[in-house]
């Protein structure tokens, strides 16, 4: 059974630092790359960073750069990302999501999804 299960969402004040975890299991974890995205109420899915299993290539979208980090431990098939100045428009529910394939911030071509964790950042 194909599982993605985040943690370590919670409620942080503004410039407050989070880690979530994307435990993977049950698909080839070394051929996925695995990417954050993110929802808040009201508005698309937005992907904000992903990793890629060919190379351990990392990106971020604009919004986060500097203050997200991606990272992956194959050993445990876990992939984590850092959050730190959290900031009030980081609110929104964070998933990640598995893609047999490079990296790419369109939800639409993933194969695997979790089920989501909260992040709310106080002003």
């Known amino acids: 059974e194909v599982q993605l299960v985040e943690s370590g969402g919670g409620l942080v004040q503004a410039g407050g630092s989070l880690r979530l975890s994307c435990a993977a299991s049950g698909f080839p974890f070394e051929d996925y790359s695995i990417g954050w995205f993110r929802q808040a109420p009201g508005k698309v899915r937005e992907g904000v960073s992903c990793i890629t299993s060919a190379d351990g290539g990392t990106y971020y979208s604009d919004s986060v750069k500097g203050r997200f980090t991606i990272a992956s431990d194959n050993a445990k098939n876990t992939v984590y990302l850092q959050m730190n100045s959290l900031k009030p428009e980081d609110t929104a529910v964070y998933y990640c999501?598995?893609?047999?394939?490079?990296?790419?911030?369109?939800?639409?071509?993933?194969?695997?999804w979790g089920q989501g964790t909260q992040v709310t950042v106080s002003s």
């Open positions: 999501a598995a893609i047999r394939g490079v990296c790419t911030f369109y939800y639409n071509p993933y194969d695997y």
